[in-house]
């Protein structure tokens, strides 16, 4: 009988992909002068990435949680609550247009992702186009 980690599973993969998202998204909207189109999908793309981040992590402590390792679980899910917080300020921002305060909220995040590591962008737009508009109507998952 194999035995598989608690917590190793496909969500820590995902969880990967949604981190890996969130960086390289703020690190090209750090290059964006201004809030363009473009721009304002990316910030709507990053709002998905951070409530997936979250979501992995429910998935992740489920098997802790049906074990009764109920602190285990907490501790995981406070460790990781930003993601989920960060995601609705972003949201409030984004849906109120509130454009020139963003900025200021990504350098909050920075730290965050501040172990990524890109030596090269591997998401283009195809990844975030048409992000905005989800968000606008109430889509949860881009």
């Not at 969500?11 to 290059?31: D, G, M, N, P, W």
């Not at 809030?35 to 979250?54: H, P, S």
């Not at 992740?60 to 602190?71: E, G, I, L, P, T």
């Amino acid at each position: 009988m194999a035995l598989k980690r608690v917590g190793t599973t496909d969500s820590a993969k995902l969880r990967q992909i949604h981190i890996r998202s969130c960086a390289e998204v703020i690190r090209l909207l750090a290059t964006k002068p201004s809030f363009d189109d473009e721009a304002k999908d990316m910030t709507a793309f990053l709002v998905f990435n951070l409530r997936g981040i979250y979501e992995t992590i429910n998935e992740s402590v489920q098997a802790w949680d049906d074990r009764n390792y109920w602190k285990k679980a907490e501790d995981m899910r406070e460790k990781w609550r930003w993601s989920r917080t960060a995601a609705q300020d972003l949201t409030q921002l984004v849906l109120a247009d509130q454009w020139q305060k963003i900025p200021d909220f990504l350098i909050t995040l920075l730290p965050r992702f501040s172990e990524v590591t890109i030596r090269e962008i591997t998401r283009d737009a195809d990844w975030w186009v048409g992000a905005l508009r989800a968000l606008k109507s109430g889509i949860k998952q881009f």
